[in-house]
């Protein structure tokens, strides 16, 4: 027999922090989902976010498996995007951990 644990009192969010400069804005971008995040929902909350924003979009990532897959799915589909990479272990650095 297999057991399988999971734990059905809590949820999982996606968010992200934009910055536009020129018009010294701060939005917040949240997706509240009931299971686990996988690489397929934060491909589809990037293509969101591009649909609200319109514009090049700079996404800064942790190096979490998760992300490197989404990344992997959107590299070569999203001419409009660019990655840049947090330092490794180094949650501090990230607004949305806070979040």
């Known amino acids: 027999m297999q057991r399988a644990w999971d734990r059905h009192d809590r949820l999982s969010v996606i968010g992200g922090v934009a910055l536009a400069p020129q018009r010294e ?13 996988r ?3 934060i491909v589809e909350f990037v293509w969101h976010l591009r649909r ?24 070569d ?3 409009w995007l ?5 330092p490794a272990y180094a949650p501090e650095l990230n607004p949305v951990e806070a979040l």
């Open 25 to 37: 804005r701060v939005g917040l971008y949240f997706q509240v989902h009931d299971q686990n995040v």
């Open 39 to 41: 690489a397929e929902q």
């Open 52 to 75: 609200q924003l319109r514009r090049r979009i700079i996404l800064v990532w942790d190096r979490g498996g998760i992300h490197r897959a989404a990344a992997k799915r959107l590299h």
């Open 77 to 79: 589909r999203a001419d």
């Open 82 to 86: 660019e990655i840049e990479w947090l």
